[in-house]
């Protein structure tokens, strides 16, 4: 929540530098949407964010002795949860220096250091050689970018032909106001955000085979619904970690987030291979 215009790397780093904390008190260690396989909203955030989480992974469907890159890993959780659950190996890479140092602190806690690194770094170039990884996933970080298509062009260059990746999305519905989407864009610190009918093209152009396209829109829409309750059950948290005016704002600011978002945002979870090279 931020009142910056552009979104820049810099600006994006310094927003979750400081709302690490925040995230964490109101949820978990996972910085993304919860998941409601029947669009209820019972149980807590926390525990819809797990099973949003354990969706992704089994999506992803990777395998012990790979390599992946996640990009735009946040606090590292869905990482270690990705090297834990499958034996493969993780690069995490994340704009913000603090929180790639917290994600290699959280996985040394839990015994994960040796499958998993953390690199502060920009998606925009990664500092990988050509087809050095198994699979990819970017789990609710392209909006923050400066260039999707430049972001996606970088995936394809760093996996294998055959790799497998994994994204997902926060998108806006084509009839979205243009208060809509500016508004949105400076309260998720976004770049950009794209269209569900737009992403085939996208992620084709720049090197891959889709496999699937889900509209996931109604299965994570209950995440408004709690996370305001969060706020109220962790008020007192949230006041100790920041303040009082801190607390007002963002439950006012995500009333008005909810509002925009209830109109027109969808959210999509996309698998796609690298093409093979041609012969
Ligand atoms: N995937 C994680 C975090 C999502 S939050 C999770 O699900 O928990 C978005 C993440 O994208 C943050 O870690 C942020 O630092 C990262 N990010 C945003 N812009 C980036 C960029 N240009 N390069 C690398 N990471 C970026």
Same mark, same amino acid.
């Given at each position: 929540m931020s009142t910056e215009i552009?979104?820049? @790397?810099?600006? $994006?780093?310094?927003?979750?530098?400081?709302?690490?904390? +925040?995230?964490?008190i109101?949820?978990?260690?996972?910085?993304? +949407?919860?998941? &409601?396989?029947?669009?209820? =909203?019972g149980g807590s955030f926390g525990e819809a964010q797990q099973r949003f989480t354990d969706l992704l992974l089994g999506q992803l469907g990777s395998q012990a002795g790979q390599r992946v890159i996640d990009v735009g890993c946040g606090?590292?959780?869905? =990482?270690?949860?990705?090297a834990r659950s499958t034996g493969c190996k993780v690069e995490g890479i994340t704009i913000s220096p603090l929180q790639a140092a917290q994600a290699g602190k959280w996985a040394n806690q839990l015994g994960m250091g040796g499958q998993t690194t953390f690199h502060r770094g920009d998606a925009m170039a990664l500092p990988f050689p050509a087809e050095s990884f198994d699979a990819a &996933? =970017?789990?609710?970080?392209?909006?923050?970018m400066p %260039?999707?298509? *430049? $972001?996606?062009?970088?995936?394809?260059? !760093?996996?294998?032909?055959?790799?497998?990746m994994l994204i =997902?999305?926060? !998108?806006?519905?084509?009839?979205?106001? @243009?208060?809509d989407r500016s508004f949105l864009q400076r309260a998720f610190v976004a770049r950009s955000f794209s269209t569900t009918e737009a992403y085939p093209a996208l992620?084709? %152009? *720049?090197?891959?085979?889709?496999e699937q396209l889900l509209d996931v829109r109604e299965n994570v829409l209950p995440t408004f619904g709690a996370v305001a309750s969060a706020l109220r059950e962790k008020e007192a948290e949230v006041r100790q970690a920041y303040s009082e005016d801190f607390l007002a704002g963002v439950q006012g600011q995500w009333a008005r987030i909810t509002e925009h978002a209830l109109r027109c945002m969808g959210y999509i979870v996309l698998t796609a291979k690298r093409r093979p090279l041609e012969e």
């Open positions: 552009e979104a820049t @790397p810099e600006s $994006v780093a310094r927003h979750y530098d400081s709302v690490t904390p +925040f995230y964490e109101i949820g978990s260690r996972s910085l993304h +949407f919860g998941y &409601w396989p029947q669009g209820d =909203a606090l590292g959780e869905p =990482a270690i949860q990705l &996933w =970017a789990i609710e970080s392209l909006f923050h %260039d999707r298509a *430049a $972001v996606l062009r970088e995936l394809a260059r !760093v996996l294998r032909p055959g790799g497998r =997902a999305d926060i !998108v806006l519905s084509a009839d979205a106001t @243009p208060e992620v084709r %152009d *720049a090197g891959f085979e889709l």
